[in-house]
């Protein structure tokens, strides 16, 4: 028999956890819509995916014209995809974080972080005007320094985002500890302006919101070609067709949608896990009062959360590319992955030895090679698309819906003006060459964790503004 990866402690740890995402094993998850079959009838505007980017676009479509007759098709279950898989961190980053918004787009950080606010703060008053519970809530996030080399890369950090305006506040070892203790943590930073949420009763609060507004929503409909026909697009769906004026396409990391998709975005496995509720005495023990948000200042760095029912969700660091590009539903189990995790977890909280984990899942993040969005038209302007969050979607997602619908009605706007909007990142270069490229980064961004040094591989791609990010 072969060997097990998994340690002793980890295997304990993971005995009898459920090989499905938590947000979503729930007994109040919705029941399917009804999948649309047959030839339907025209719309104006079809969104393909119903995740948070295609759920946000129906929403501001119907919002900004009221007329307007829009339907949404979901290849499998609300919440299936990343929607429904990620850890809840609601950051307003429109560049996944403010050192990547300098070194792509200097002369206009200061627009996209004022567009971010604007954005976060849209986010927020939907979630009241439709009343949206999920959760969403305002602690804040620590980044902190697991290892010596880190606590510069915290405190330059700091020192970057202090200089920007950002009310962030630094923290020796002995006050990241005061809040959350565990004797890895070396430095802090706290920014107190991210949020948390449920990710599951998001997508189905929006859901339903749309609904409201007349949105018509079909899941297991799955878009299988374009045509142009006249105006518009003939879509063909897997059990029938509907011709759209319009069409806006949201699919996270799925790429066969668009062909081009594969040039831009990077299908990669991040993997999550969530502990049973912690007792008052482990609780205790830990501290974590303030219910912050907790990651790493690694480049495979961790994520982590209290959830309102005190379990401890914990996930990232290991994120794997599966030759070429696979996805498949057979690739979210992973005792290395998991194992890895939950060995790391109890590094972090060794005062939690004998916790167990109730799920273990993974979900495929979208990335591309600058961490942004990939935004553009096809088929003559009848569509537009907003794929390549990279894992820092939840929020951002609705200001590329925004972005999407101002693309596909031909809109001249502050948003389509935009450099990120304008140019696409830089494409990953073709099999096999991809997969030995990520394979190259991987360890080298692995072995900068352990020495604090940037090798001449690492070097080379940030001249060209080239990257892979958990």
Request: net charge negative.
């Amino acid at each position: 028999m072969p060997v097990s990866p998994l340690s002793p402690r980890a295997a304990a740890a993971l005995d009898g956890a459920r090989t499905v995402p938590f947000w979503t094993d729930r007994p109040e998850r919705p029941d399917p819509r009804a999948p649309l079959t047959g030839a339907a009838a025209r719309t104006d505007l079809l969104v393909v995916g119903a995740g948070f980017t295609g759920l946000w676009a129906a929403i501001q479509a119907k919002e900004a014209d009221p007329s307007r007759d829009v339907v949404v098709v979901e290849a499998d279950r609300l919440g299936d995809g990343a929607s429904g898989r990620n850890g809840g961190f609601v950051d307003a980053s429109l560049t996944h974080g403010l050192a990547q918004g300098l070194a792509c787009w200097p002369t206009e950080t200061s627009t996209l972080e004022r567009l971010a606010d604007e954005n976060m703060a849209g986010l927020e008053r939907s979630l009241t005007a439709y009343g949206v519970d999920a959760d969403f809530h305002r602690p804040g996030e620590l980044t902190l320094a697991l290892s010596a080399h880190q606590v510069p890369t915290v405190h330059e950090a700091f020192e970057l985002h202090r200089a920007h305006g950002a009310p962030v506040e630094l923290l020796d070892a002995a006050q990241a500890r005061a809040r959350v203790d565990s004797p890895r943590y070396l430095a802090g930073m706290f920014d107190p302006g991210v949020a948390l949420v449920d990710p599951a009763r998001l997508v189905w609060g929006l859901a339903r919101a749309a609904e409201s507004l007349g949105v018509r929503l079909h899941e297991h409909t799955r878009a299988t070609g374009f045509e142009v026909e006249g105006p518009g697009v003939r879509v063909r769906l897997d059990r029938g067709s509907i011709h759209a004026r319009r069409v806006v396409i949201g699919t996270n990391a799925a790429q066969g949608v668009l062909r081009r998709f594969s040039a831009w975005v990077l299908p990669v496995y991040d993997h999550v896990l969530m502990t049973e509720p912690l007792s008052p005495a482990q609780l205790d023990a830990v501290g974590w009062r303030g219910r912050e948000g907790l990651t790493d200042a690694g480049n495979q760095f961790h994520y982590y959360r209290r959830t309102l029912d005190d379990r401890v969700l914990f996930g990232g660091y290991d994120a794997n590319y599966h030759f070429p590009g696979r996805i498949d539903p057979a690739l979210e189990q992973s005792d290395a992955s998991h194992g890895l995790l939950a060995d790391h977890f109890l590094d972090i909280f060794p005062q939690l030895e004998g916790i167990r984990f109730t799920h273990r899942w993974a979900g495929v993040i979208d990335t591309t090679s600058r961490f942004t969005p990939v935004f553009g038209t096809a088929l003559g302007g009848r569509m537009a698309y907003a794929v390549g969050y990279t894992g820092l979607g939840v929020a951002s997602t609705r200001f590329g819906a925004a972005v999407a619908l101002d693309l596909v009605d031909g809109l001249d706007t502050e948003r389509t003006r935009l450099e990120m909007v304008r140019r696409k990142p830089i494409p990953f270069p073709p099999e096999p060459i991809r997969y030995a490229a990520v394979r190259a980064t991987r360890s080298s961004l692995a072995a900068e964790d352990r020495t604090g040094r940037r090798n001449l591989w690492l070097k080379a791609l940030d001249r060209i503004g080239v990257g892979f990010d958990s």
